[in-house]
């Protein structure tokens, strides 16, 4: 399994953008169809962006929540996953994780990721 590793968080005010990295290490990202994932306190895991393998189309999906302000990418010659968010909102607050799937697209699924980042900390206040 390959190594996720998060960067990018933050505390920022409503209407600021943050750009979120994953390094991944010990694999190749093209292998894996990629996601990001967040909790905030006291709340379940909730699906933010997904992003399919290239050769698949380079797909993404986005929960409703979230189109139109973020924007997943991917840097496969770097190993890199992206999450631009722009526009941000308190709501936006939580833990953002990177997550990794070999062997299908199901991004929704959130327990279908086999690989995870250890998380990295949005905070947004209005």
């Known amino acids: 399994q390959i190594q996720l590793r998060e960067s990018g968080g933050g505390s920022v005010q409503a209407g600021d953008s943050l750009r979120l990295s994953c390094k991944a290490a010990g694999g190749a990202l093209s292998a894996y169809c990629l996601g990001w994932v967040r909790q905030a306190p006291g709340k379940e895991r909730e699906f933010v962006a997904a992003?399919?393998?290239?050769?698949?189309?380079?797909?993404?999906e986005y929960a409703d929540t979230v189109k139109g302000r973020f924007t997943i990418s991917r840097d496969d010659a770097k190993n890199m996953v992206y999450l631009e968010m722009n526009n941000l909102k308190p709501e936006d607050t939580a833990v953002y994780y990177c997550?990794?799937?070999?062997?299908?697209?199901?991004?929704?699924?959130?327990?279908?990721?086999?690989?995870w980042g250890q998380g990295t900390q949005v905070t947004v206040s209005s």
């Open positions: 997550a990794a799937n070999q062997s299908q697209w199901a991004p929704r699924r959130i327990d279908e990721y086999d690989s």
């Open positions: 992003i399919s393998w290239r050769w698949f189309g380079g797909i993404t």
